[in-house]
């Protein structure tokens, strides 16, 4: 089955480390992003990407990196500049313009 | 810019009540709208997309929702609630510009069934 899968589910580090949340997609989608969630703020766009090699930050980018080596694959690193880390961050994929997002089922970060 | 408002954020039916989530959109062109469902520690499910088609979108689950351009809503509604209705839901609007999708999400509505 096609589908996005985020990895691992759950992660927890100490602060100051960085860290790197895994998603691929077997959809054959062009873009992906990554959102972070948090208690009642809804979704906030971190990073997208339309194109293998380019990538555009979204509303909250600082403290957040991306690579897009691979049209599969968009890892978000979380870096020791992220004053908030702790989130439950979800990435997504789309094929086309108006098409829904897919969703993986999401990766939650704790830093203590 | 594109917004998005979700009037209230708690949401309780009894279960075989009527379910209405709101949602009010801010867009400067014909927008794409979604809706979509998230059960505890898992990622968003699509219950239904408005496209420019119809104005009343039919999606999974029984819920239904209703473009209105002059109210600038796309409320959400289930006639008869069940206890599996019981999640958050997302309210989300696109212009569809730069290419692809950019959803900006509403702030979500946490939706209690009671027997």
């Known amino acids: 089955d096609g589908g996005i899968t985020q990895s691992p589910k759950y992660l927890f580090r100490k602060e100051g480390q960085n860290v790197t949340l895994s998603c691929e997609q077997n959809?054959?989608?062009?873009?992906m992003y990554w959102y972070r969630q948090d208690p009642g703020q809804g979704l906030r766009l971190i990073y997208y990407?339309?194109?293998?090699?380019?990538?555009q930050k979204g509303d909250i980018a600082e403290g957040y990196s991306v690579s897009r080596e691979k049209k599969e694959s968009f890892p978000l690193t979380v870096t020791s500049a992220q004053k908030n880390p702790t989130a439950f961050y979800l990435c997504?994929?789309?094929?086309?313009?108006?098409?829904?997002?897919?969703f993986g089922n999401g990766t939650r970060l704790t830093v203590t | 810019a594109q917004s998005v408002t979700q009037l209230g954020s708690h949401v309780s039916v009894s279960e075989g009540a009527l379910v209405l989530l709101r949602c009010n959109y801010s867009?400067?062109?014909?927008?794409?709208l979604f809706w979509y469902v998230q059960y505890p520690n898992q990622g968003l499910q699509l219950l239904l997309k408005?496209?420019?088609?119809?104005?009343l979108v039919k999606g999974i689950n029984g819920f239904e929702a209703e473009f209105k351009k002059s109210e600038t809503s796309f409320h959400l509604t289930k006639p008869s609630a069940h206890m599996s209705d019981a999640a958050e839901y997302f309210c989300?609007?696109?212009?569809?510009?730069?290419?692809?999708?950019?959803?900006?999400f509403g702030a979500g509505t946490r939706l209690a069934v009671h027997p």
């Open positions: 867009s400067s062109v014909p927008p794409y």
């Open positions: 959809l054959n989608h062009d873009a």
């Open positions: 989300a609007v696109s212009d569809g510009s730069g290419g692809y999708n950019k959803l900006i």
């Open positions: 997504a994929s789309t094929g086309a313009r108006g098409s829904p997002l897919h």
């Open positions: 990407s339309q194109i293998v090699n380019d990538f």
């Open positions: 408005y496209t420019s088609a119809a104005t």
